[in-house]
């Protein structure tokens, strides 16, 4: 199989191109090479800016694909400049959607790829809701070979996934863990949510390129395990050996007091209970399962972080925010 990524260094993506070059595909990758040396050298990598519209037609000028990809278009725009550079080129084109493109708030907590797709609360979801409802259009008016793909929280061995964290990161509340400070959990951390370590991501996905019966179809990938955030916190402090002291929030209060977009991706979407459905996936992929549970992702995750010193990046306005949070909470109950 010949593939063209448009990123492919990505948290999701970089899983797939490991993968599909140990299976020995042919693989070609369109970005700025700020992150290539972590792939094979068996990768052909095209050094350009994707929106030099021009620049690429040239490039692949005399190219075909059996799959193109694109892991980082968030608008329509892009995607009608996908359309215009690779109609006629490739036999599917995949479009990475988000899962939090799913109602919000939920009608039912179980999601499936009828779900409708509205979410007021994050116009990142929005915009992903409109992309793939340009591309059912063009699949519809001009035969353009889509699959759309609804990842939720994928996570690899650089960020422990977490309901709330800041702008570097998942390492700043690991820090707080280790130094026997409190970390905010949104709610009561009962809620039901969703990991997929990326390596099985890229098995789902895999199997969807070049299946024929993908085409015109739009599906989620996710593990079938469901953990809430109290578990995913658990495992946490139980890896770094702390006590853990969790502070609840309500996500609304966190979303009114904050500088980061947690309406969006709290209410939007963390907040949230939701399990996910893949029978349609295991239906067009019928040997997919996702093998590494939760506990077995995130503590591999914590090992990979405390080893590597480059993704040890503390956050500090983020650690003095919690401090702020929590102080006022307390000045609240004191009140009565």
């Known amino acids: 199989m010949k593939a063209l990524f448009i990123g492919g260094t990505g ?3 970089t899983a797939i191109s490991k993968e599909l070059i140990k299976q020995g595909h042919e693989l070609y990758l369109i970005n700025r090479g700020n992150r290539n040396s972590e792939l094979s050298d068996k990768v052909h990598f095209i050094t350009c800016d994707i929106n030099k519209e021009s620049e690429v037609a040239a490039l692949i000028k005399d190219m075909t694909f059996d799959v193109v990809a694109d892991f980082i278009a968030f608008n329509v725009s892009q995607l009608e400049r996908d359309f215009r550079l690779f109609k006629g080129k490739t036999k599917q084109f995949i479009f990475i959607s988000s899962a939090s493109a799913y109602q919000k708030p939920c009608s039912n907590y179980k999601i499936t790829e009828d779900t409708p797709l509205i979410n007021p609360y994050w116009e990142y979801s929005r915009n992903k809701a409109a992309c793939e409802d340009y591309l059912m259009k063009v699949y519809r008016d001009e035969n353009f070979p889509i699959t759309i793909v609804r990842p939720s929280h994928t996570y690899d061995e650089r ?14 509340n690991l820090k707080r863990m280790m130094e026997g400070k409190p970390v905010i959990i949104h709610g009561d951390g009962t809620s039901l949510w969703t990991i997929t370590y990326n390596s099985d991501f890229a098995k789902g996905f895999i199997g969807l390129m070049g299946n024929i019966h993908a085409l015109g179809q739009a599906v989620h990938i996710t593990s079938d395990e469901t953990v809430t955030w109290n578990q995913i916190y658990g495992i946490i402090a139980d890896e770094l050996g702390v006590e853990l002291k969790p502070y609840y929030v309500s996500s609304s209060f966190l979303a009114s007091v904050s500088n980061y977009d947690l309406t969006g991706s709290l209410i939007g979407d963390k907040a949230c209970s939701v399990v996910f459905d893949n029978s349609k996936l295991k239906r067009l992929v019928p040997n997919f399962v996702a093998t590494v549970r939760a506990d077995q992702g995130i503590r591999a995750t914590i090992q990979y972080i405390l080893k590597h010193p480059e993704y040890q990046k503390e956050d500090k306005d983020f650690d003095i925010w919690c401090d702020k949070v929590i102080e006022a909470l307390e000045k609240a109950k004191t009140a009565f």
């Open 11 to 13: 948290t999701i993506s």
């Open 159 to 172: 960020s422990v996934p977490l309901g709330v964290h800041g702008n570097n990161g998942s390492f700043q």
